[in-house]
């Protein structure tokens, strides 16, 4: 008797197993980005529910994970923006601006428009230093992104954010002077208008007013010739440690991302140490296709691999656009499962200390990051429940709204409410 050969798995059982895995992670997806409209109430009457998508709708479900508008360095406002990404195709979109999130809201509200959701982040301007010394290093951009509450925290993150744009007025005015120093003069008052009324300047408003005087052809060669890192006309803000960047968004609820770290001149030694600072995870995907390298560094670090179009709309041609970098299902499931109970923790803690203190001025706190129009009223005793709800209702899907934990917790801050 001849021997008997082992049977292989066939490819077409292989196939059928990765589908259904996909078909999964589709229906997961989806059903966060698309939740269904919750029940009409008293409470849409006043203004607070956004417009929501219903569920369903076509097998692609479009993230765009990395996006810039004129808060910071971007050309378009966000509204705008979300306009773009509208026509893009993009369903779910992280605005993420520098050192800011005032941009949130307006896209908040014009998302809703269009039933798509904003995911409220932003990209941290951080240094990396084997022994945190402020002159070594090298600077290092960390994306956060918040869940439909924002961060928990909120006042801990805003100062951070506040000192590193207090760092870049400075900076910018350093830059001028050695940009002077080096016969290229270029006036303060030409970078503040560039950057627009109440935005921290950045190297990108100081190239585009270089261009604008005459003294280089494009943005690209202003960085390259002056204002790039280790040129002549460069200068330091005042950015914090990437490590205690990476710890402040964990506080705070939100999920850390290494932003374009092919960008990096030390990237292993950096993503170790962040990764010890509890990093999620890393670009690793761009219009281009996936980075195999850093693939393979995110996998050896168990990082989630994510990317983004790191759109700002200045139109040239080597810029991509907004939603070019479509994610897997997969990927996008994977990313969700393992951000939605941090959000959720969030979410949980900016609730309790709401119902704790009820107040006008923590109200506009809850809700800084939705759609709110109408504040005429606002009895702290009587409208509490009412703002839970629909603070639930917008930031959750149907799913999250009726687990237990969630009720459990809407008892607890009815009995809050009642005290007061």
Known sequence: MGSKKKSKPSRSRKKAKTSADQALALDYVRAWAQPAPPPASDSDADGFLPAQAARGGGGEVLFELHSHSNHSDGFLSPSALVE?????????????????????????????????????????????????????????????????????????LDTMLLNIRDGRYLRAKSMLAKLNMLKVPIKWEHVTKIAG???????LHVARAMVEAGHVENVRQAFNKYIGDDCPAYARGSEPFAETVVQLISRTGGISVLAHPWALKNPIAIIKALKVAGLNGMEVYRSDG????????AEKYELLKLGGSDFHGRGGKDESDIGTVKLAITTLSCFLKMARPIWSCAMKDILLKFAEEPSASNLGKLVKFGRVTNFDGYSPTSTVIDAIDVCLSSWLSNDDIEDAELEELRLKLACYATKK
Not at 87 to 113: C, F, Q, W, Y
Not at 197 to 203: F, I, K, N, Q, T
Not at 290 to 297: A, I, P, R, T
Request: glycine content about 12%; aromatic content about 6%; some cysteine.
């Open 84 to 156: 773009r990404a509208h026509r893009n195709g993009v369903k779910v979109l992280a605005l993420t601006d520098h050192d800011t999130m005032a941009g949130i809201p307006e896209a908040v509200s014009a998302a809703s428009r269009f039933g798509m959701r904003i995911i409220p982040g932003v990209e941290i301007s951080a240094r990396y230093s084997p022994r945190e010394v402020a002159t070594a290093g090298e600077n290092v951009h960390v994306l956060a992104y918040y869940g439909m509450c924002g961060p928990s925290r909120i006042d801990e």
């Open 197 to 203: 009324e109440g935005v921290a300047p950045g190297r």
């Open 290 to 297: 996936k980075l195999d390298g850093f693939c393979e560094l």
